[in-house]
């Protein structure tokens, strides 16, 4: 009922409330200070890439209500066609990424507007089966490199001044991609757009009854979401300099989940924390191998069973504050 | 021999049969998974997993107690059913209250626990499990060569799942069963005890995707991933077939395998995809699904 208050009499803020405020200018802070205090910058770049993927999947599980588990599709084909782009066609980074982004948003467009004509438990078993359509049309497309991918990806020089061979360059443009996108899912979700969604996530059928079309406010938010999950995989791949068939496969659907589920589904902090914490998790688990699997396994039964809120939400709840 | 579009007829009922064999898992997985959300209003994303468990069941059985393929069609089921008891028991039965997709994130993660302990035992590479002495050699029809075991698969698998059908459809415990689907709260004022019924059909609908499990042993090798990318199709061909139907599912499990053997004959390279679009297809025109009633 916030939106009720006079919006003229708040002091004029990018964001809503003061935790938010805080725990945006925290994120910046730490992302700013950690390359500079050692912490591997190659990670933590990786960290903004899956950030950004898993806040673009919350757009729809959390304020939509509507679970996809097939957004590999998005971020992997989007991470072909731009290091594609890149590398064949001698694209330039900006160029590259936004050729990826396009063609997530296509996919979206295509896939979102088959998903949305089945409700709950079917949109996630459409959502899934799309992706693995298009994971075999990964593997068998000369394009994409089969099992090899696409290695070697040249990074180039953005808008023809900045050269991304620079780690540090590099890192910086990313942490501006990333909190563009991260800005954009906030405008989203607080726009009257974002209100809708919610009334569309809590009863459908009223949001209906109300006049709403609700088909095609979440068919845009399938394309939104579908396309932000595109410009993180476009990213990732100028960043790694590689795309791969790890990034379109289910699993990689299933991590963006795990993601969002440990961070909080439905909190705006709540994928970035989740995204830095499994992947730091990969990251130091690497030389036990395939118990990384169980291990995932195990903290999904556990935050299912346990810890439904996540990481950020059982945060928000204890201090009673919005983050 | 002779040709049929150009195809030697060997090759096409080859495909065909092995179009027939895939639709056999097709039926039985998606109608287990049809029969536990029908009880349970969960999607069993662990169904694949536990096909899985039955095929690595049925070659440890052989391994350690030495009881070769026949036996451990009986018991592999059993053990891997128990397992599902306890499943429900202790994981499942708190989400009943809460949104359906917490079921699938749960059984998610125990499919990738379950696929995570296989691979760090037994490796990625596949395990062979050879034919029961019974079942080897084959039929020739003159068109094409039948073999013993993949005759044997099509008709067992289409004898469980009429057998289920029959139990559910005709039978008194089938009434009961659809009665709570409906309303279980009637139901156990009529002094039912369905929390029971609804443990029983977990564990009965994890059994028969244990008892595919054993039946596709010696026909792919026993692997880890080997439900993982099995349970995404079948779950096309629910959404293809609807759930609401037991015999819609096992009609649509048999056909979309023939319709992949087929396509492996004439177009070769859209055989792993054919399912998927005509997943896309069926959404177009027919939303609800093939069998399914609008909800």
Not at chain 1, 149 to 158: D, S
Not at chain 1, 184 to 195: A, N
Not at chain 1, 229 to 249: C, E, F, M, R
Not at chain 2, 232 to 238: E, K, M
Request: charged share 10%; with cysteine.
């Amino acid at each position: 009922m916030e939106r009720v208050v006079d919006p003229l009499a708040k002091k004029p803020s990018v964001l809503r409330s003061q935790s938010e405020t805080i725990g945006f200018a925290v994120m910046v802070a730490a992302l700013v200070i950690a390359p500079l205090v050692g912490t591997y910058p190659l990670f933590l770049m990786q960290v903004m890439c899956f950030a950004l993927f898993a806040c673009a999947f919350n757009l729809l599980i959390g304020y939509v209500g509507l679970l996809s588990f097939g957004h590999a599709l998005y971020f992997g084909w989007a991470s072909y066609l731009s290091a594609y782009s890149a590398k064949a066609w001698g694209f330039p980074p900006e160029l590259a990424i936004l050729t990826g982004t396009a063609t997530a948003a296509i996919c979206g467009l295509v896939a979102g507007s088959l998903a949305i004509r089945r409700q709950g438990i079917y949109f996630a078993m459409i959502t899934l089966a799309l992706a693995q359509m298009m994971f075999f049309f990964a593997l068998q497309a000369k394009f994409t490199g089969g099992e090899d991918g696409i290695q070697a990806v040249p990074r180039g020089v953005l808008f023809g001044i900045f050269d991304l061979k620079n780690t540090m360059t590099m890192y910086v443009v990313t942490l501006i991609i990333f909190i563009l996108g991260f800005l954009f899912i906030y405008r989203i979700i607080h726009s009257p757009f974002g209100e809708v969604l919610k009334a569309i996530r809590e009863n459908e059928t009223r949001a209906i009854s109300l006049g709403y079309k609700t088909d095609r406010y979440k068919l845009v938010a399938f394309v939104l979401s579908a396309t932000l999950a595109g410009v993180a995989g476009a990213t990732k791949a100028i960043v790694l300099q590689l795309a791969s068939l790890t990034d379109v496969n289910w699993p990689m659907s299933g991590e963006v989940v795990l993601m969002t589920l440990v961070g909080g589904l439905g909190t705006i902090f709540g994928p970035v924390v989740g995204a830095f914490v499994i992947l730091l998790m990969q990251f130091k688990l690497a030389p036990i191998g395939e118990w990384v699997l169980v291990i995932q396994g195990a903290i999904f039964v556990a935050c299912v069973l346990l810890f439904r809120r996540g990481i950020i939400g059982e945060i928000a709840n204890k201090l009673r504050i919005r983050l | 021999m002779f040709e049929i579009f150009g195809i030697p007829s060997t090759a096409l009922f080859g495909q065909l049969l092995i179009g027939l064999i895939n639709g056999s898992f097709y039926a039985l997985l998606s109608l287990g998974l049809a029969v536990i959300f029908g009880m349970l209003n969960i999607i069993n994303f662990s169904h694949g997993a536990q096909y899985m468990m039955g095929a690595f069941a049925a070659y440890l059985i052989l391994q350690y107690s030495g009881l070769g393929y026949w036996p451990a069609l009986i018991i592999a089921p059993i053990l891997v059913g128990f397992t599902g008891i306890l499943i429900e028991r202790f994981l499942l039965q708190w989400l009943y209250k809460l949104d359906h997709l917490y079921g699938l994130l749960l059984t998610f993660g125990l499919a990738l626990i379950f696929e995570g302990v296989a691979r760090n035992y037994f490796g990625s590479a596949g395990l062979p499990y050879t034919v029961p002495e019974s079942l080897r050699g084959g039929q020739n029809l003159g068109f094409m060569f039948l073999p013993n075991y993949r005759a044997w698969v099509v008709a067992a698998s289409l004898i469980v799942c009429f057998g289920t059908w029959f139990v559910i459809e005709r039978t008194r415990l089938g009434a009961y069963l659809r009665a709570a689907t409906e309303n279980p709260t009637l139901v156990r004022a009529f002094g039912i005890n369905v929390p029971r019924m609804i443990t029983l059909t977990y564990g009965f609908g994890v059994a028969l995707a244990a008892f595919a499990g054993v039946m596709a042993a010696p026909i792919y090798n026993v692997s880890p991933q080997m439900g993982s990318e099995l349970i995404i199709v079948v779950f096309a061909v629910v959404v293809i077939g609807g759930m609401g139907s037991i015999l819609g599912a096992i009609i649509t499990g048999f056909g979309l395998g023939v319709i992949e053997g087929l396509t492996k004959v004439f177009f070769p390279e859209a055989s792993n995809t054919v399912i998927f679009v005509i997943m896309a297809i069926v959404l177009l025109v027919r939303p609800a699904g093939l069998f399914g009633r609008r909800a």
